[in-house]
């Protein structure tokens, strides 16, 4: 039976045998920045040593994942945190840019002092003011709280230290991540015929796509303000039958689940497309729900998305099972996604947290926490050949991570509670044009 693709993406992705609640994982279909190194989790504890000081050594640093998978980034940063990667080696941190937020000893102590010199200079609201005086002197390690949220039921080897729920919990203080999280909220798509803007259904066994009932109000609202206004189609470039086969997947075996664009190209039988919208309002509420659940801090949403002046004209919906691009039949075998609208989803957390934001790219936010992908000096290799071929590795994988053609396009969105974006690591976004349009 067809039904509307958000219908049809929350049974797939979410329901008791859904996608992401039942099975291996994400981990064993596709490869995120999370999954490719470990220069991501440790360029994340830079960030998170950096806030702790900007936020004043709280009590209790919460660092919530949304959309935690199995676990995999919060064990890593668990791990970082208590000093074992260090220790150890494996925790694929490369030494800091000039200018780059340095990691602290976690077992290092605060001095405490009655006046923080950091200061706030906002003007956007007083809300994003806070108080930084500096609290006691206990270690990162003692006050860190970790947080995943999934459906998924909690797995069996995560440690005990990181807490597992299916909602995001209320009064954080710290750091709420969403590391492709959004491109999974469920949304609705539509296409424009000549009787104006409908739904598109889909058959959840076939993928194959039908036109339903005109807009809502509320959808339509978010497509005149976001998505520019495409081309009406003629009247001769619309389908008879008004069915849809699910589009192939193009090319082969894929390591990574960020290809900027539209990644598919639909097959000979395909009739010339209407005009497709993926309506990102329910991912606009989702972030600022999430937004909301922060009472000091920084919210970061990491995925790859597009901006109102290139939305993309086809759509980006595709599915990934077992480290392919597949058709997106949301039949629950596969992993069914959609690009995100980076903009309309930063305009709504900012509305909700009543501060600034910044959005740039994964390259701008590596970069700006010390790990920009660049050669170790040769000096080091004379000096300390070891320590030369385990820079020169880590070079590597921030090089991967960096790309802007492949996981380096991922856009990093950079929203701040009670406090000003001067507060976050400089060069941490670049100049990019998301003003919503009057």
């Known amino acids: 039976m067809a039904m509307r693709w958000h219908q049809a993406m929350e049974r797939a992705l979410y329901g008791t045998d859904g996608f992401f609640v039942s099975g291996a994982g994400p981990a064993a279909h596709f490869r995120t920045s999370v999954h490719a190194s470990p220069v991501f989790a440790g360029a994340l504890l830079r960030l998170i040593h ?10 209790v640093f919460d660092v919530v994942d949304v959309g935690a998978g199995r676990g995999e980034l919060l064990r890593s940063l668990s791990v970082g945190v208590s000093g074992e990667s260090a220790r150890s080696g494996r925790s694929g941190l490369i030494p800091a840019r000039a200018g780059s937020p340095e990691t602290p000893t976690t077992t290092a102590t605060v001095r405490p002092s009655p006046v923080n010199p950091l200061t706030i200079t906002t003007g956007y609201d007083d809300s994003c003011a806070s108080d930084l005086t500096v609290g006691g002197s206990v270690p990162l ?3 860190v709280r970790f947080t995943a949220v999934e459906l998924a039921p909690r797995p069996d080897d995560l440690p005990e230290e990181i807490r597992w729920t299916d909602r995001i919990p209320a009064g954080v203080t710290g750091l709420l991540l969403a590391t492709e999280w959004l491109d999974n909220v469920p949304l609705d798509l539509a296409v424009h015929t000549q009787h104006g803007w409908h739904y598109l259904l889909v ?10 009932d005109p807009l809502s109000r509320a959808d339509l609202d978010w497509i005149s303000t976001w998505w520019p206004s495409p081309l009406v ?30 990644p598919e190209t639909p097959t000979d039988r395909t009739p010339v497309p209407l005009e497709r919208v993926e309506i990102g309002r329910t991912r606009d509420e989702a972030w600022a729900d999430a ?94 050949p070891a320590g030369y071929v385990r820079a020169l590795a880590a070079a590597s994988a921030a090089a ?39």
């Open 50 to 59: 950096h806030l702790d000081g900007v936020l004043g050594f709280p009590s």
């Open 141 to 143: 390690v003692e006050r």
């Open 203 to 212: 058959d959840p066994t076939s993928g194959e796509e039908t036109i339903g």
């Open 233 to 262: 189609p003629d009247s001769d470039s619309s389908t008879g039958s008004g069915f849809r086969a699910a589009r192939p997947a193009q090319g082969s075996s894929l390591t990574a689940r960020s290809r900027s664009g539209c």
């Open 291 to 384: 937004v909301g659940h922060v009472e000091r801090g920084l919210a970061l949403a990491v995925d790859y998305g597009h901006l109102r002046a290139e939305r993309p004209v086809d759509g980006t919906l595709t599915g990934y099972r077992a480290g392919r691009q597949v058709p997106p039949v949301p039949d629950g075998s596969c992993d069914v996604t959609v690009h995100v609208a980076m903009d309309s989803v930063a305009s709504a957390g900012e509305r909700v947290a009543r501060c600034a934001y910044l959005l740039g790219s994964q390259r701008d936010g590596l970069r700006a926490l010390g790990a920009d992908g660049g050669r170790p000096p040769l000096s080091l290799a004379a000096g300390d």
């Open 400 to 438: 991967e991570l960096t790309d802007p053609a492949g996981l380096g396009g991922h856009l990093w969105l950079w929203q701040p509670v009670g406090l000003s974006t001067d507060l976050l690591p400089a060069g941490c976004a670049g100049p990019i044009d998301t003003a919503a349009p009057s």
